[in-house]
């Protein structure tokens, strides 16, 4: 069955503090792994990654994907209070798909 | 574009009684998912649709959960009878499916909050 399991479950940190969340899968016929921002409502798109080794950059965020030790880790450097949110890990499987398979997330929350 | 339509945002039923939740996906996406989202279990698929035929719904909890969708701008989510542990936030997505059968984006719906008394 797949899996995807994302670490830490919470994370309390300071406004400035630089954090690291973790995604680790198993999925047979790996396709693409994405990370999403959940805040109040629906998840809204952050990246989405193919390849080992490239690290997709957006602003403060970044991530890469490691294929060979099956992981991904999305950093934010320094954190504001709008980065708090739960932060979703998922990855497609099987070529054309389209389906997802959710890790159950990090919540994140910045203090001032 | 309006995003993703969802209705009813919040629905109160008492256990027992029947559940439609609706949506409308963006308008020329070919895709659309069914997901609920509980604290204990995350985000999990339950069904999607391709070009209106359902394509997977091995994640379609028990057979007092149906989906359908008549057509490219709405589907339905059923449960008949509702429990108390179909209590939930259902979210819709939808999707353009890429060419030779990339992932493209799923877009969310702002989903339906369930309570099941």
């Known amino acids: 069955e797949d899996k995807v399991v994302q670490s830490p479950l919470s994370l309390v940190v300071h406004e400035g503090d630089t954090v690291t969340l973790n995604c680790s899968y198993e999925?047979?016929?790996?396709?693409?792994l994405l990370w999403y921002k959940q805040e109040k409502k629906a998840p809204t798109f952050l990246f989405m990654l193919?390849?080992?080794?490239i690290e997709k950059k957006s602003g403060r965020l970044s991530s890469i994907l490691d294929k060979k030790e099956l992981f991904s880790i999305l950093n934010i450097t320094a954190t504001q209070t709008g980065d708090s949110a739960v932060y979703l890990c998922?990855?497609?499987?099987?070529?054309?798909?389209?389906?997802?398979?959710f890790g159950q997330g990090t919540r994140l929350t910045i203090n001032p | 574009d309006a995003g993703v339509i969802q209705s009813p945002r919040h629905e109160v039923t008492e256990m027992g009684q029947e559940v439609t939740l609706r949506c409308k996906p963006i308008?020329?996406?070919?895709?659309l998912f069914w997901y609920r989202q509980t604290m204990m279990r995350g985000l999990e698929l339950l069904i999607y649709?391709?070009?209106?035929?359902?394509?997977?719904d091995s994640g379609m909890p028990e057979d007092r959960f149906s989906a359908k969708m008549p057509n490219a701008s709405f589907s339905t989510l059923k449960i008949q009878p509702s429990e108390p542990r179909d209590s939930a936030v259902y979210f819709c997505?939808?999707?353009?499916?890429?060419?030779?059968?990339?992932?493209?984006?799923?877009?969310f719906g702002p989903g339906t909050r369930l309570t099941v008394l």
């Open positions: 997505a939808s999707s353009l499916g890429g060419a030779g059968g990339f992932y493209n984006e799923q877009f």
């Open positions: 999925v047979t016929n790996f396709r693409s």
């Open positions: 193919t390849s080992s080794g």
């Open positions: 308008s020329g996406h070919d895709y």
């Open positions: 649709f391709n070009n209106n035929v359902p394509i997977d």
């Open positions: 998922a990855v497609e499987a099987r070529r054309g798909a389209q389906k997802l398979v």
